[in-house]
């Protein structure tokens, strides 16, 4: 077999860009490349390693011998190692075997850019060539207007691996998923699907949160183009993909990034920055011109390669500050003596120019658990440029009212109310994540008081809460059907629960509110604005109920929403409405197919009788520990 020819896919122009760090698309150059050379057919690999004195290519091609394939550095010291390997191609397994001028260190490492990556535990670097035939295009052509900020954002947060599972326990493959996982997502009229990490990953406890193949969706499941055929099909039946980023740490794995050519390449060699103490990890350089363009080159190698409409990127508060998770003396404040970490936001920034700038129909959302100003405000206004950020606190505030025992919620009216204090900073997505989900936390049903009827009715009030206080939606899997016990990543959700009649109550209630939140553009136009919202009382602490108005548009689409969180029956009560007619219920979480009481509001009409500071009112039944929402 010939060895190594001298043969590159870079320009000086793509050098000077990767010097400088605004090379967004080194998944074209770096990585492995099937090509033809001089009517030779094999594989061109590249690869990043700065202080190495020797790399050679390893595989099943040359029975894994070093130094049988050496590649050339180049002699512009970009530190890029390459070279064209004739005769070898498409499914080679392979590594990169380093030998530093750091005390001769040697590393075996998987290929940073390679596209497909062998089942765990197994490690090695696939060399893929596959051409998928996209048919998305009417999605594609229309996701600017379905993805804006003004429309319905109703997210299922799912992990691939526990979804469901086939009966002798394995995966569901991306094949299979394609039908079962988008039918459901369809059907229970999700708007996005978002997927925890499908980047690939060797601990499967991780839940896919440490990557080591940025570039890869992982094999649990099958190959790249079999990934491609889920997001393709959820594209097809009207549904966007966010995939969830992390670009905050990765793994000390021995083949991954870490000391990857014998020196701090990837991490911050100071471990104050470049170690996390929570997770046991390292930290990307973000300094670093090369690595910036890695990461920004990886988030916009998933929206262009594989028609990804969002990015939801992990853990963004320990990226901004050099203190988190630190005791004192175990972080270094910047040059301005506090503890932002400069070089993460300038990162941040960047990376939420580039995104917006190359894929106008995209959005990026940001987990993001601290005060930090301006997350979701656009970079020229001093913003990080996200599209939106988690709304944490509300989250917090929300599920710790839930929990307590209704005849002491009136002490705790603030609870709920705080939010609006300051829900119109950001442009906040509602989280039920899996993170409320696991670790002794309990499921949502089971954190809520009382017997099955009162939990159940509390999840119902809940999840009604939450589509109508301001904001996006986004429910973690198992949750649209009150799912009993925690999340366990390593088996199916409890699918069989569905055949109870609370449950499956449940799952009519999450399907009628998607449909609510879809077809009421008082829900979603000004979801963001303080102009879409209006409270007509939230000082009933009393009776422990709130009143209040969303917005769209047009007047005549507002709607009014009373939600009463006690089990006592608000019968004949007042409250103020901003106009003169009869009013239509249009939604009740106490109706009998959700497994409520069945208390309800036929025919509503408007009284001249002065309420809340409104000259009309209406007697309405707020149902026990129910919502209704009136058109």
Not at 148 to 165: I, N
Not at 272 to 301: M, Q
Not at 520 to 536: C, D, T, V
Request: with cysteine.
């Amino acid at each position: 077999m010939s060895k190594v020819i001298v043969h590159s896919l870079f320009s000086e122009f793509d050098i000077d860009l990767f010097k400088s760090g605004k090379h967004f698309k080194l998944y074209e150059k770096l990585g492995s490349h099937p090509i033809e050379v001089d009517g030779k057919k094999g594989t061109y690999f590249a690869v990043w390693a700065p202080t190495a004195k020797s790399v050679s290519v390893v595989g099943d091609f040359n029975g894994w011998q070093e130094n049988e394939h050496q590649l050339n550095v180049r002699w512009d010291e970009s530190g890029i190692w390459e070279g064209f390997i004739p005769e070898i191609g498409h499914g080679t397994l392979y590594k990169y075997s380093i030998h530093s001028n750091n005390f001769g260190i040697a590393t075996e490492k998987a290929d940073p850019f390679a596209k497909f990556c062998e089942h765990p535990p197994k490690t090695a670097s696939v060399v893929w060539e596959a051409d998928y035939k996209w048919k998305d295009k009417k999605w594609m052509d229309t996701r600017e207007d379905k993805n804006a900020l003004d429309k319905p954002y109703s997210v299922y947060e799912v992990h691939l691996g526990s979804w469901k599972r086939n009966e002798n326990g394995d995966f569901l493959s991306y094949k299979e998923l394609s039908q079962d996982l988008v039918k459901y997502v369809k059907d229970m009229g999700f708007t996005h699907v978002e997927f925890m990490p499908i980047m690939e990953y060797p601990y499967d406890p991780s839940w896919g949160y440490q990557l080591t193949g940025y570039f890869a969706p992982t094999s649990r499941f099958g190959d790249p183009e079999e990934f491609k055929l889920l997001v393709d099909k959820l594209h097809q039946n009207g549904i966007g993909v966010i995939l969830d980023w992390v670009p905050s740490h990765f793994p000390e794995d021995a083949h991954g990034l870490g000391f990857f050519d014998g020196s701090h390449l990837y991490e911050h060699p100071d471990r104050r920055k470049g170690y996390h103490p929570d997770w046991k990890s390292l930290i990307f350089n973000y300094g670093r011109n090369e690595v910036r363009a890695f990461l920004i080159s990886n988030a916009l190698f998933w929206l262009d390669q594989y028609h990804v409409d969002g990015l939801r990127v992990d853990a963004v508060a320990s990226m901004l500050y050099l203190d988190y998770s630190r005791e004192e003396g175990e972080w270094e404040p910047n040059m301005y003596g506090n503890n932002e970490n400069l070089e993460a936001i300038s990162f941040i920034r960047e990376l939420n120019e580039t995104v917006y700038g190359s894929f106008p129909g995209v959005q990026t959302i940001a987990e993001e658990s601290t005060s930090f100003s301006m997350v979701s405000k656009p970079v020229n206004m001093g913003g990080l440029g996200f599209g939106m950020k988690w709304m944490m606190g509300w989250m917090h505030d929300t599920l710790e009212y839930f929990k307590k025992e209704p005849i002491y919620r009136k002490h705790h009216q603030n609870d709920l109310t705080f939010s609006m204090t300051y829900a119109f900073t950001e442009n906040f997505m509602l989280p039920f994540s899996h993170d409320e989900v696991v670790y002794g936390k309990k499921s949502l049903l089971y954190r809520m008081p009382g017997d099955e009827w009162q939990q159940f009715a509390n999840l119902r009030l809940l999840y009604g809460y939450m589509f109508t206080h301001p904001g996006t939606n986004l429910i973690f899997m198992g949750g649209e059907f009150g799912q009993s016990s925690e999340w366990n990543y390593n088996q199916s959700l409890d699918w069989h629960l569905t055949q109870y009649d609370f449950h499956s109550g449940i799952q009519k209630l999450i399907k009628d509110l998607n449909k609510i939140y879809k077809t009421n553009p008082a829900l979603y136009e000004k979801q963001f604005s303080q102009e879409g919202f209006q409270w007509i009382d939230y000082g009933d602490g009393e009776n422990s109920v709130l009143t209040y108005l969303r917005k769209g548009h047009q007047e005549e689409n507002n709607i009014i929403v009373a939600a009463n969180f006690t089990p006592v029956p608000r019968k004949n009560y007042r409250i103020g409405v901003p106009k003169t007619g009869a009013l239509k219920e249009i939604f009740n979480s106490d109706a009998k197919k959700y497994g409520g009481s069945g208390a309800k509001n036929s025919a509503v009409k408007t009284e001249k009788k002065s309420c809340h500071g409104f000259d009309d009112s209406i007697e309405i039944t707020i149902p026990p520990l129910g919502i209704v929402i009136f058109q």
